[in-house]
C-alpha cells in the first residue's frame, strides 16, 4: 500500500546506509522486486548497480491480474476485470495508493493522457508526458541485465515482459517481443543502446512464476556476475 517510487526511495536509503555497498553492487530482484531495481537504477543509481539479474520480473508492467489471462479458460471473467482496472488505475489517487497499480500497463490505454499524465510506469519508461533524461543516463550505465523468463509464467501477463516485451497497443492478444515496442525502437529509456552494446543476456526455466532451483539461481550468479 505505498507507491513504486515511495517503495525505491526507501530502497535506496537503506542501500546508502551499508557501507559495504558504496562502491557498486549486483542487484537480484524476484517478481515484482525487480520494479525497485529497475526504479533504483533509473532514479539513483547511485551508489552504482554494477549486474541486474532480473528473475521472472515485472519489470515491463503487467497488463492482467495474476492467473487471470483474459485470453484464457476464465477470459470473460478476467476481461471483465482488466476493463475495469484499466478504468480505475490511471488516476493520481489510484497511482499513489497501490504498488500494483503502478506497474500495471494496460495496452488499451497506453495512448490517453490519463496513462501518460499519471501512470508511474509510464514515466520510468519515458512514454508519458514528459522526457527524464536521467533515467536513461542511469539505465545504460549498469554493466549488465540478464533477464530470465518462466515459459509458463501464469502471475506476470504477458510472461513475454519479462524479455522486456509487451502487447501490441490496442490488444491483450498480440505481443510484441522487446525489438519490435516502441521503448526499444525509439530507445526511449535506453533499452536499444545496452542491448547493442551487447549488456542484455536472456534465458528461461521451462515452469510457472519463481519456479526455479537452487542450482540455477548459482548457475545464472556464476556465469554473469564471476
Not at 549486483?26 to 533504483?40: A, E, I, M, P, T
Not at 470473460?76 to 500494483?100: H, M, N, R
Not at 501490441?168 to 519490435?180: F, I, Y
Request: hydrophobic residues 35%; glycine residues 8%; proline residues 4%.
Amino acid at each position: 500500500f505505498k507507491t513504486m517510487n515511495w517503495n525505491v526511495d526507501e530502497f535506496a536509503k537503506n542501500i546508502r546506509k551499508d557501507a559495504q555497498l558504496k562502491d557498486g553492487f549486483n542487484c537480484v530482484g524476484f517478481s515484482q522486486g525487480n520494479s525497485l531495481c529497475r526504479g533504483y537504477i533509473q532514479k539513483y543509481n547511485d551508489p552504482p548497480v554494477q549486474n541486474f539479474l532480473s528473475v521472472h520480473g515485472t519489470v515491463s508492467g503487467v497488463a492482467g491480474f495474476p492467473h487471470c489471462d483474459p485470453s484464457g479458460l476464465l477470459g470473460p471473467v478476467c476481461d471483465a476485470i482488466s476493463k475495469l482496472c484499466g478504468d480505475l488505475a490511471y488516476t493520481s489517487l489510484t497511482q499513489s495508493l497501490l504498488f500494483q497499480a503502478d506497474y500495471f500497463r494496460d495496452p488499451n490505454r497506453v495512448s490517453t493522457d490519463a496513462y501518460k499524465t499519471y501512470s508511474e510506469l509510464a514515466q520510468w519508461n519515458n512514454e508519458g508526458n514528459t522526457v527524464n533524461a536521467t533515467y536513461k543516463a542511469n539505465f545504460v550505465a549498469v554493466k549488465q541485465y540478464i533477464m530470465i523468463k518462466a515459459k509458463k509464467d501464469t502471475m506476470v501477463f504477458p510472461n513475454e515482459g519479462e524479455h522486456w516485451g509487451h502487447f501490441k497497443d490496442g490488444s491483450l492478444k498480440e505481443v510484441l517481443p522487446m525489438k519490435e515496442t516502441k521503448w526499444y525502437t525509439d530507445d526511449l529509456f535506453g533499452l536499444k543502446t545496452v542491448d547493442e552494446a551487447g549488456k542484455i543476456q536472456f534465458d528461461t526455466t521451462e515452469g510457472d512464476h519463481l519456479q526455479f532451483t537452487q542450482e540455477q539461481l548459482t548457475g545464472w550468479i556464476t556465469k554473469y556476475f564471476v
